[in-house]
T-cell receptor
Framework: AQSVAQPEDQVNVAEGNPLTVKCTYS??????LFWYVQYPNRGLQFLLK??????LVKGSYGFEAEFNKSQTSFHLKKPSALVSDSALYFC???????????FGTGTQLKVEL | DAGITQSPRYKITETGRQVTLMCHQT?????MFWYRQDLGHGLRLIYY???????DKGEVPDGYVVSRSKTENFPLTLESATRSQTSVYFC??????????????FGEGSRLTVL
């Protein structure tokens, strides 16, 4: 079955420092991978996706993600974290013949002053 | 305003009662989805629909019923609510397959508590 795993329930980082939120995938064939963000009491918002092409994908709010086929990873990164980046982040993979998104369990990012 | 709206936003009910959560989108997106969000499980797909009158089961469909008589509406019904169905429910939609596949638009969620 196609799936993604987020090994960290929570990530803490100081404002101004780089951040990384980890995601690994288990997919047969070419993976279509996504990152979403959820702010408190809100629905999820699309951040970025990897379909094919460059391994470094740029998305909204200064976020980027690096696709690494050999490590089966798709880590979310940002060079300089902001307090306003504090939120719940979900990695997801397209499954079901391209019909459905399967989400990871989420990683709570906390950016502190 | 255009968008995807869910109602009610908050609902408390009792075990055994029927509950319907509504979802309405104004984009004429062909695909619609219902997810539930629970701590430690992330989001799990309950049901989805590729078009009006076409629905399919997701990962956790037991105890739920959906219908899609119109493109813009996708109600989710709990026929006999159980405590294990206490959760936050999210409706989402997207355009048909193509370059935007996987880019879902989510509603604000419906928080359901079953006593």
């Amino acid at each position: 079955a196609q799936s993604v795993a987020q090994p960290e329930d929570q990530v803490n980082v100081a404002e101004g420092n780089p951040l990384t939120v980890k995601c690994t995938y288990s997919v047969s064939g070419n993976p279509y991978l996504f990152w979403y963000v959820q702010y408190p009491n809100r629905g999820l918002q699309f951040l970025l996706k990897y379909i094919t092409g460059d391994n470094l994908v740029k998305g909204s709010y200064g976020f980027e993600a690096e696709f690494n086929k050999s490590q089966t990873s798709f880590h979310l990164k940002k060079p300089s974290a902001l307090v306003s980046d504090s939120a719940l982040y979900f990695c997801a993979v397209l499954t079901g013949g391209g019909n459905k998104l399967t989400f990871g369990t989420g990683t709570q990012l906390k950016v502190e002053l | 305003d255009a968008g995807i709206t869910q109602s009610p936003r908050y609902k408390i009910t009792e075990t055994g009662r029927q509950v319907t959560l509504m979802c309405h989108q104004t984009w004429s997106h062909s695909y619609m989805f219902w997810y539930r969000q629970d701590l430690g499980h992330g989001l799990r797909l309950i049901y989805y629909s590729a078009a009006a009158d076409i629905t399919d089961k997701g990962e956790v469909p037991d105890g739920y019923v959906v219908s899609r008589s119109k493109t813009e509406n996708f109600p989710l019904t709990l026929e006999s609510a159980t405590r294990s169905q206490t959760s936050v429910y999210f409706c989402a939609s997207r355009m048909g397959q193509g370059k935007n596949t996987g880019e879902l638009f989510f509603g604000e969620g419906s928080r359901l508590t079953v006593l």
